[in-house]
């Protein structure tokens, strides 16, 4: 199964910030292992952000974002101790989901 | 998590992930749209990948900016940001101009969402990096140079 | 931004030359490069599986590492790391972070050494529970000062044999540590080049240690680092854990004695 | 030799001089202590090295000297490396040192080839460079340049392509002990680590008036 993610998110002055890292190879499939062989394609396609249960973020993956993926972004609302969830699907069809309290 | 809803997860198989997140309560079906586009992020060149977002020919603007340093220590990890004072903004796309395949990220930000996303790419090589941004129906863009280099022991 | 400013206006002050200006500027955006990476570093989560690694009971003697010796009695690790390598009795052995963990999988969890060394580095889909446990061990150092007098006869020595192996050239390309690590304020390509023969260039470097590399995509140990380096000077492949490393740790770590760790660290 | 070299190799030598041996020779560490040390290092590789790798370890007169005295030996030793070293020179057949700036261009950016080892050795056939960049400026298009060795930009433009100025660099390049003994420089001719051509082409990257390095 896949490692969890590490969240951050802090409410300030009506604004959450939230700092997403996630445990992903994001591998190319256009790189070849020792034996010369192409090491197919593994990366998370799409990622999901709710707060208290309604979507305020929705991304889409390509294979050029990084290994082990960052994301950063803000909305509007979040109160200290408010839930936020964030999913991520990969193109394998593993998953992952973590959920944080807002600080 | 609670254990309804990690199996929820768990069963969800070919849903997609926002038919996951429906069939386990997290949004409401009206919120589950947008498939993975794979035409988009399978597109060759950013003429194709700007129509295949549905943006052609954008205007440049001067609203849409970029957070990136000019030069990057290494390719495989590159910080872009993208951020844009204007309300209302309703979707950001990343691309990278000499990538294999330019889109690299595409963001939904649902009202209430800010216009500042920050992520990390990948770069084979020193490239124009296009911002994309939809507002009120319109696609706006702008670009910045990356350089990246080659560092350490060359090995 | 602040600093790229002021830059500028120090050049147009001063009328600096061109080129002047111009590398002033590619080391700014370097620095802008590395601090928009500082934020979020991915070795984080390698802490965090760490520390589960830690806790977890495992191996045929189904037993957790919580009462391994780091240095500073069972189960302490606060400030271990930064006192590493150092002299054990119970082994009779100068051993640094990676050959403690290792003791300590194979005589309280009952691994082989084999087992517990055979993924002492990661590679793309194949995990290492030592990198992740050395990540963990590492940040309970993050803010301490490095400590190693080396006073212990054993460590003395064991200092002493580093130093001879930093500036012990051979090889196709002539290559010793010192040739790079021993002179001030230079760089190899953009990569500043401490000077690990003073306090404060030794301090940098191991300080940092264990890393996540982004060229690497993984978080490197300080045995990978030293080893990597054996292997950029072009020779052949050292034993992990064997008794050069450690030993150029010693050398290394009380050099940089008295300055503050800032661990995990992000680099190129 | 002509007045030039002399002044290029006096000028070099003085400057690694100045820090002065007394250092050094406080410094070297005892002969017990390395010897013990000698043990320690080369048992501490790994059994299954194949022998032929392990030799890359074993050192020659100078590599010894110089680990001994921490590339800082005294003004005698100094002087009898820098001959020993001089004589080791070969020069390419057909006798032309400067070569094509073009090739040169690629060999001073390439820093891979000749690792060894089984985590991560170079694959069969990879390029072996000078890697060039990672200590010296050259041209002034690449930004990414080390400073371990002297800015190169402009060294043509500096200094001219007088047959004096070409065997100097090729020299040089071929064993740079022969001009300062212990210095960081690898010995790229002596090691066979580039052909005698290859350094024709580095020659010419420095030299060669069209070349980038004595452009802009």
Known sequence: MADPMKIRASAKEGITEVKILMSHEMETGQRKDAAGALIPAHFITEVSAEHNGKQVLAAQFGTAVSKNPYLAFKFKGGAKGDKLAVSWVDNKGDKRTDEVQIA | M????????????????????????????????????????????????????????????????????????????????????????????????????????????????????????KMGQTSDVYALVKVGGQFLMTKKEIKVTLGGCGG | MHSIVQAALAAATLGLAGAALAQGSTMDEIAKYREMLADGNPAELLEAKGEDLWKKPRGPKNASLEQCDMGLGPGKLEGAYAQLPRYFADTKKVMDAESRVVHCMVSLQGFTQEEATRNWYSRPGRESDIEALVTYIGAKSNGEKINVPARHPEEARMAKIGEHIFYRRSGPQDFSCAICHGQEGKRIRLQELGNLTTQAGAGTAMGNWPSYRVSQGAVWTMQRRLIDCMRQARWPEPTYLSDSIIALEVFLQKTASGTVMQTPGIKR | MTRTIARLALAAAGLALLPGFAQAQKNAPNNDLAAQAE??????????????????????????????????????????????????????????????????EKLAAVGTGGHIGFIQPDPPGRVRGGNCYACHQLAKKEVAYGTIGPSLHHFG??????DEIVKYTYDKIYNSNAFTACTNMPRFGLHSWLTPEQITHIVAFLVDPESPVNKD
Do not use: H
């Open chain 2, 2 to 121: 609670n254990l309804q809803r990690r199996e929820a997860l768990k069963a969800g198989g070919g849903l997609g992930l926002f038919g996951l997140l429906a069939a386990a309560g997290l949004i409401t079906p009206g919120q589950a749209r947008a498939e993975w586009n794979k035409s988009a992020f399978d597109a060759k060149t950013i003429e194709e990948t700007l129509k295949a977002l549905g943006a052609s020919a954008p205007a440049n603007s001067a609203d849409v900016q970029i957070t990136a340093p000019d030069i990057a220590e290494n390719g495989a990890v590159v910080p872009v940001g993208v951020v844009s004072a204007l309300a209302g903004v309703e979707a950001i796309a990343i691309l990278i101009e000499k990538n294999p395949n330019p889109l690299a990220a595409s963001f939904m930000l649902p009202a209430g969402t800010e216009a500042a996303v920050q992520t990390r790419v």
């Open chain 4, 39 to 104: 043990q320690v290092f080369r048992s501490s590789f790994r059994a299954d090295n194949p022998k032929y790798w392990m030799t890359r370890l074993d050192q020659d007169e100078a590599m010894r000297l110089c680990s001994q005295y921490r590339d800082n030996p005294p003004p005698k030793l100094r002087a009898q490396i820098e001959k020993a070293q001089a004589a080791t020179i070969r020069y390419p057949v057909e006798g032309k040192l400067i070569g094509d700036w073009k090739e040169g």
């Open chain 4, 157 to 162: 433009k500096l200094r001219g392509t007088s």
